[in-house]
């Protein structure tokens, strides 16, 4: 994966430094996947409208280790139905950008969130909240894929259940086999659902990963690097699905590669030294950056 970004990048920078032809090299959006050799056709569309609502507001949004400080004055808006990716070099607070928006900085002792973030217009640190019940609102899908020790099933089926969300049994294997269809994983389970999650591959893992944070009928999706243990193949039916459910959801998806970025998202944030520097819509920010250092780490001078 690293190798195709830096072919990638090093061909960004060559055409930045010709002819400017980043659009060109994107192919805004059929890149090539060198590593396979496998092109990507998924069609890029636009970005969603500026004008409605955003879904998620964040505003000065600073967060503390300890003494330290990971980020600073983060405000950042999150429109519904796309997906955001969040880009920049390892250690500029993308992660833990991610985790304020679900609390799960709360969990670590040292961690201390300062700003506002509002879901739908509301304050998610505000000391009424339900924070079980914002976790189901806001799923979250890590870099490794982590299924319980469960069968299939149960690692579908053990959200709703904990948050009530279906009357009966029936009910229960419906929203399994439906979270499981969405998440394009059923055909290949659908007669081994009593065989323990561990027991998939790490790209099925993942997917089953996807279906449980999406049993719980989420209105948001956070993904740490969700592709980054994962071959080309099933990076790319990864890819293919995060695009079927922003038909659904609101997505915000960390990343390392620059083209999976510019293939599926919408918008992009990018984030140096705990600052984000610069946000906008994906084709813009990877056409026309308007900071020197978004330019430096798109075109592969750093990080
Ligand atoms: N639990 C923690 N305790 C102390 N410091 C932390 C903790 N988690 C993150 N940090 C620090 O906060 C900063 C931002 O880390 P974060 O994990 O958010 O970066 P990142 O952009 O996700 O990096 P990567 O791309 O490597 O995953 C780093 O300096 C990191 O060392
Ligand atoms: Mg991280």
Same mark, same amino acid.
């Given at each position: 994966?690293?190798?195709? @970004? ?26 090539? =996947? ?26 000065? &949004? ?8 990971? %980020?600073?004055?983060?405000?950042? =808006? ?27 900085? $709360?969990?670590? =002792? ?8 509002? %879901?739908?217009? &509301?304050?998610?640190?505000?000391? !009424? ?27 579908? #089926? ?12 029936? $009910?229960?294997?419906?929203?399994? &086999?439906? !979270? ?10 659908? =007669?081994?659902? @009593? ?19 999406? #049993? ?10 969700? #592709? ?23 997505? %915000?998806? &960390? ?13 992009? #944030? ?5 600052? %984000? ?13 308007? @900071? ?12």
């Amino acid at each position: 994966m690293l190798r195709t @970004d830096l072919t990638l990048s090093m061909r960004l920078s060559t055409d930045f430094c010709t002819s400017g032809l980043i659009p060109r090299a994107l192919g805004i959006l059929g890149v090539t =996947d060198e590593a396979t050799d496998k092109t990507v056709t998924m069609q890029k569309t636009a970005a969603p409208k500026t004008s409605a609502k955003p879904k998620i507001s964040s505003k000065n &949004v600073c967060v503390f280790y300890g003494e330290k400080q990971a %980020l600073f004055d983060v405000s950042l =808006d999150i429109p519904e139905h796309a997906v955001t990716a969040l880009i920049g070099p390892s250690g500029c607070g993308k992660s833990t950008y991610l985790r304020c928006i679900n609390r799960m900085n $709360d969990v670590i =002792d040292i961690a201390r969130v300062t700003g506002k973030i509002e %879901l739908d217009g &509301v304050d998610i640190y505000d000391p !009424s909240i339900d924070v079980v019940e914002l976790r189901a609102r806001v799923g979250m899908v890590f870099q490794k894929p982590n299924p319980f020790p469960k069968s299939i099933f149960e690692n579908v #089926a053990y959200g709703p259940r904990i948050h009530g969300l279906t009357r009966d049994k029936t $009910d229960l294997e419906e929203l399994v &086999v439906t !979270s499981l269809k969405r998440a394009s994983l059923f055909d290949e389970v659908k =007669d081994r659902l @009593d065989d323990p999650g561990t027991s998939l591959s790490g790209g099925q893992q993942q997917r089953l990963c996807i279906a449980r944070a999406i #049993a719980t009928q989420p209105e948001v999706i956070l993904m740490d690097e969700p #592709a980054s243990a994962l071959d080309p193949i099933a990076t790319a039916r990864i890819e293919e699905l995060i695009d079927e459910l922003r038909q659904n959801y609101t997505i %915000l998806i &960390v990343t390392h590669s620059m083209q999976q970025a510019a293939r599926v998202s919408q918008k992009t #944030a990018f984030f140096h030294l705990g600052h %984000l520097v610069e946000h906008g819509d994906t084709d813009q920010i990877f056409t026309n950056p308007k @900071d020197q250092r978004t330019q430096d780490y798109i075109t592969g001078r750093f990080g």
